[in-house]
């Protein structure tokens, strides 16, 4: 299995495109989805409130109260559910055009092909790292297309993929503490670890976003030189 990719001379499948229209797609449904972990994390500090209360006895288990809480958590978890879809679509989307767009610019001997900047996301284990290098290269290859190599990575990408391996890790310690909830100390646990994954989650929008407009503005901004040098 190679993330190679071929280095022909960019033809009509390498053309460039405006990345703009697709960006504000991405960045708009991102921060919807940032509005949404944001209601989560303060209905999951609600809901830890009043598991902390039932648990000291200030407050009685009422059925009713409960039922309520359990319905509003669930309404929100199928939002954020839709948001994670609509939203990972767009951006694998926009990953894929990336790719693309920078191959365009001029940039040759790239390791990753469009198509595995998006498949490394999928494959277990490796997708710990290899989206990261995927990234790491479009953003090297779109500032300086001619010499993308010693272009340094800025910092933005390193916090990005961080807050990426820590939403991913506490996203799946709250579905599992979720899944195995067994009293009121189990499920004041899944419930504090659950509010911190919707905290990650909304420090990921935020970075995506970030680093969305990033690599699109360099783009761009490749994109009109080039457009001078041809006409001079």
């Known amino acids: 299995m190679s993330d190679t990719a071929a280095t022909a001379a960019p033809g009509p499948s390498h053309a460039f495109r405006d990345p703009a229209l697709l960006t504000q797609w991405v960045t708009g449904l991102f921060a919807v989805a940032l509005v949404i972990d944001f209601v989560a994390t303060v209905s999951g500090l609600l809901e830890f409130h009043l598991l902390t209360a039932i648990a000291d006895g200030t407050v009685e288990a009422d059925l009713d109260v409960l039922t309520a809480n359990d319905k509003r958590q ?3 978890g199928l939002g954020q559910l839709a948001l994670f879809v609509l939203s990972g679509i767009a951006y694998l989307i926009w990953v894929y055009r990336a790719n693309k767009n920078a191959r ?3 940039a040759r001997d790239m390791r990753f092909s469009a198509g595995w900047a998006v498949g490394w996301y999928f494959v277990p284990i490796a ?3 290899k ?3 995927a990234m790491r290269e479009t953003f090297q290859a779109s500032s300086m297309p001619g010499a993308w190599t010693g272009v340094a990575t800025p910092p933005l990408l390193g916090w990005w993929w961080a807050t990426f391996i820590l ?3 506490l996203s799946q310690a709250a ?3 979720g899944q195995a909830i067994e009293g009121l100390d189990s499920a004041m646990l899944a419930s504090a670890v659950t509010t911190a994954s919707d905290i990650a989650g909304m420090a990921l929008d935020v970075a995506t976003i970030l680093v969305v407009r990033r690599i699109a503005g360099v783009q761009l901004e490749q994109a009109k030189l080039s457009t001078l040098a ?3």
Do not use: K, T
């Open 74 to 76: 669930q309404l929100i």
């Open 104 to 106: 365009a610019l001029g």
């Open 127 to 129: 997708c710990l790292w």
């Open 131 to 133: 989206p990261f290098q």
């Open 167 to 169: 939403s991913l890790v």
């Open 175 to 177: 579905y599992r503490l």
């Open 230 to 232: 041809q006409a001079f």
